[in-house]
């Protein structure tokens, strides 16, 4: 994407990760109580989050029990000893999370021209908490309870096609994160994809997105923030 004149009728995000700055770590740490070396943590936290992927590759169930069986798998492969509500903590954790620094102003401005839209990896009541903390209206919020399905199903993905009786070439859809959106994404025809880097996954440039560093610099490829920047219809 980018031709400045694209106008897209919606305009679709992840959220955690994305908008929502997920930081994981702190909380995962606390867990593990230092029985894990400092020299191994980072590889600790690489298999966690393998395992977190590989947990929402099925059907969907609750997202704490998705943290929870990650966490147990992770901890069985390291042996070491389980934490019976490491999904609690880690869920509460997720909930009390705010925005990167970098997105409530220019997303509010994105806002103001164009239809927002959440698909989340996430239950109701996560993103209940942590949607108005963006500080930007959106026209539709959706879950994997809603689908269904986690992504990176496609089912996902479809679900929200459908709530919006709408097509892949209506969107541009935003995530910091290639396997679970913007892979899948691609293969289900959506065109106008965006990587909004913030260093979570290593770059697959044959799935043919648009990386940009902030939703600063995608509104600028939006034409916003100029006077003849018209609002969508």
């Keep these: ?11 679709s995000f992840d959220c955690y990760g994305t908008l929502i700055n997920f930081h994981i770590e702190p909380t995962t740490r606390r867990l593990l109580a230092g029985r894990v070396p400092e020299a ?3 590889a600790f ?3 966690f989050r393998n395992y977190r992927y590989d947990q929402v590759c099925g059907s969907y169930y609750a997202y704490e029990q998705v943290l929870q069986d990650a966490y147990d798998r992770v901890c069985r492969k390291w042996n070491l000893e389980l934490t019976e509500d490491a999904g609690k903590q880690l869920g509460d ?3 009390s999370w705010g925005p990167h620094n970098d997105v409530p102003a220019p997303l509010k401005t994105m806002g103001e021209h164009y239809k927002l839209v959440i698909l989340s990896n996430a239950d109701d009541s996560f993103l209940e908490g942590s949607v108005p903390k963006l500080g930007a209206e959106f026209h539709a919020v959706y879950t994997a309870e809603q689908a269904g399905f986690y992504k990176p199903r496609y089912e996902a993905f479809e679900y929200m096609l459908d709530q919006l009786d709408a097509a892949p070439e ?3 859809h935003v995530s910091s994160h290639t396997r679970y959106d913007l892979m899948p994404v691609h293969d289900l025809g959506f065109t106008n994809t965006v990587m909004l880097d913030r260093g979570y996954d290593p770059h697959s440039p044959a799935y043919g997105y648009t990386t940009v560093d902030s939703l600063d610099q995608l509104n600028t490829l939006l034409g916003l923030g100029r006077s003849n920047a018209a609002p969508a219809a």
């Excluded at 994407?1 to 897209?8: G, L």
Aim: glycine residues 0%.
């Design 40 to 42: 191994q943590m980072p």
């Design 170 to 172: 209506d969107f541009v």
């Design 1 to 11: 994407m980018t031709d400045i004149d694209f106008r897209p009728e919606y305009i």
């Design 93 to 95: 954790a997720v909930r």
């Design 45 to 47: 936290l690489r298999d």
